[in-house]
């Protein structure tokens, strides 16, 4: 963790260039064949807000039952400091940082951990720990900790979004469904996939892969100033809220025209940008990151080994894009929902939402449950009506939200 991204990037080249010629030199020569893949276990998982993929698993013998979000933009294995506090879990300090949007922070570690999926233990992990508790209000969900590279390296992974079923295979040869395309993204430990876009004109660059980020499409706010890529832009960019590694940040967000990765295409996607501080995002090497609200739409096999990842329409490829935007971040909090941020000059401003307001329903969904609240807000574009409680008493407050179009 003590090499930098930049780091990273330039022994990737590095490797590939002494690959590309020991394939040259090779040819002809025995070659050693790897055995078929084989099918280890399947399990069910859970979808967020965001496209957010929630699995359940232990580690050790510390809990029968955790929550983790799979993340293929995770350079590790973490879990959460309140779970570790509450399950007394011991850990160990470290000089070792991490980098996430948001901030870099010290972690201390449990090692040589045991993680135990339904009909699979992985073994010989460390895992990082890091505070979640702003995931965990977001979703409406305690997150016990994030699963990434130090499991995804070590297995091929086919997430199904029809059947909500991942399926993990042994690494080998390996047969991809019929159909789709197989990306060959570049890899740190992170995978990093050229994207094509166009705005005021067509762009390439490259992008994490990131199934653990709750979006569509990320763009740094350096690479956006550099490339130009809004300057033709009339409509501008509405400042919105979201949460990070090293807590709440401030992103704007709009649309580009269209986006391309394979032969897919979409159009008017919508774009937070982001003031990258900590160059959590690598610019100039990187442009940011396509998240799994885009992801979602393929039937996804992860082969880390073969440093392919292949992606095939699924039944949600054609979903609509949620257009709405309302500046309103609310928290799951001590069992209600609130009112956590309002941003200036927008709509739920405008209808008279404040910090700390509790939200008792939703339209006519009276749920208390913050995935659903989020769903009617996002994808609503007309009048809202929320019941909320505001210093001990009830009030009715209609909002009507804009379009990012």
Same mark, same amino acid.
């Given at each position: 963790?003590?090499?930098?991204? =930049?780091?990273? +990037?330039?022994?990737?080249?590095?490797?590939?260039?002494?690959?590309?010629?020991?394939?040259?030199?090779?040819?002809?020569?025995? /070659?050693?064949?790897?055995?078929?893949?084989?099918?280890?276990?399947?399990?069910?998982?859970?979808?967020?807000?965001?496209?957010?993929?929630?699995?359940?698993?232990?580690?050790? /013998?510390?809990?029968?039952?955790?929550? *983790?979000?799979?993340?293929?933009?995770?350079?590790?294995?973490?879990?959460?400091?309140?779970?570790?506090?509450?399950?007394?879990?011991?850990? %160990?300090?470290?000089?070792?940082?991490?980098k996430g949007i948001g901030g870099i922070r010290k972690v201390s570690f449990l090692y040589g951990a045991t993680l135990h999926l339904p009909g699979l233990d992985v073994s010989s992990l460390n895992f990082h720990v890091n505070d979640y508790?702003?995931?965990?209000?977001? &979703?409406?969900?305690?997150?016990?900790?994030?699963?990434?590279?130090?499991? +995804?390296?070590?297995?091929?992974?086919?997430?199904?979004?029809?059947?909500?079923?991942?399926?993990?295979?042994?690494?080998?040869?390996?047969?991809? $469904?019929?159909? #789709?395309?197989?990306?060959?993204?570049?890899?740190?430990?992170? @995978?990093? /996939?050229?994207? /094509? *876009?166009?705005?005021?004109?067509?762009?390439?660059?490259?992008?994490?892969?990131?199934?653990?980020? #709750?979006?569509?499409? =990320?763009?740094?706010?350096? &690479?956006?100033?550099?490339?130009?890529? +809004?300057?033709?832009?009339?409509?501008?960019?509405?400042?919105?809220?979201?949460?990070?590694?090293?807590?709440?940040?401030?992103?704007?967000?709009?649309?580009?025209?269209?986006?391309?990765?394979? $032969? &897919?295409?979409?159009?008017?996607? $919508?774009?937070? =940008?982001?003031?990258?501080?900590?160059?959590?995002?690598?610019?100039?090497?990187?442009?940011?990151?396509?998240?799994?609200?885009?992801?979602?739409?393929?039937?996804?096999?992860?082969?880390?080994?073969?440093?392919?990842?292949?992606?095939?329409?699924?039944?949600?490829?054609?979903?609509?894009?949620?257009?709405?935007?309302?500046?309103?971040? !609310?928290?799951? !909090?001590?069992?209600?929902?609130?009112?956590?941020?309002?941003? @200036?000059?927008? $709509?739920?401003?405008?209808?008279?939402?404040?910090?700390?307001?509790?939200?008792?329903?939703?339209?006519?969904?009276?749920?208390?449950?913050?995935?659903?609240?989020?769903?009617?807000?996002?994808?609503?574009?007309?009048?809202?009506?929320?019941?909320?409680?505001?210093?001990?008493? @009830?009030? %009715?407050?209609?909002?009507?939200?804009?379009?990012?179009?």
């Open positions: 963790m003590k090499f930098t991204i =930049l780091t990273q +990037l330039i022994k990737l080249v590095g490797v590939l260039s002494i690959c590309f010629l020991l394939s040259k030199s090779s040819h002809g020569q025995e /070659q050693f064949l790897e055995g078929p893949a084989k099918r280890i276990t399947s399990f069910p998982f859970k979808l967020l807000s965001g496209g957010v993929i929630l699995i359940k698993a232990s580690v050790d /013998q510390y809990s029968d039952s955790m929550n *983790f979000i799979l993340d293929t933009g995770s350079g590790g294995i973490s879990l959460d400091s309140t779970t570790v506090k509450e399950l007394n879990i011991n850990t %160990v300090p470290s000089d070792k940082t991490i508790e702003l995931l965990s209000y977001s &979703y409406g969900i305690h997150i016990d900790g994030i699963i990434g590279y130090s499991f +995804l390296s070590r297995y091929i992974v086919n997430i199904n979004y029809d059947n909500r079923l991942i399926t993990v295979y042994s690494n080998g040869d390996f047969n991809y $469904p019929n159909g #789709g395309h197989i990306l060959y993204p570049a890899f740190t430990t992170l @995978p990093i /996939q050229t994207v /094509q *876009f166009r705005e005021s004109k067509n762009f390439s660059q490259r992008f994490y892969f990131d199934t653990g980020a #709750g979006l569509n499409f =990320l763009l740094s706010e350096e &690479y956006v100033t550099d490339s130009s890529v +809004l300057r033709k832009r009339k409509k501008k960019p509405m400042l919105t809220q979201a949460e990070g590694l090293g807590g709440k940040l401030v992103m704007r967000l709009t649309t580009v025209k269209s986006i391309q990765f394979g $032969p &897919y295409k979409f159009r008017n996607v $919508p774009t937070l =940008l982001f003031q990258d501080n900590s160059n959590v995002t690598a610019y100039p090497f990187l442009g940011g990151l396509i998240g799994n609200d885009l992801l979602r739409r393929f039937n996804v096999t992860l082969n880390y080994n073969r440093h392919e990842i292949h992606i095939i329409p699924n039944t949600h490829f054609k979903d609509f894009f949620d257009y709405a935007y309302s500046g309103l971040s !609310i928290y799951f !909090i001590d069992q209600h929902i609130e009112v956590d941020d309002v941003a @200036p000059d927008s $709509p739920a401003e405008k209808a008279g939402l404040k910090k700390g307001d509790i939200i008792i329903s939703v339209g006519n969904d009276f749920s208390n449950n913050i995935q659903t609240y989020k769903s009617i807000i996002q994808s609503t574009v007309s009048k809202i009506k929320f019941l909320i409680i505001r210093n001990g008493s @009830p009030e %009715v407050i209609t909002m009507k939200t804009v379009r990012i179009l």
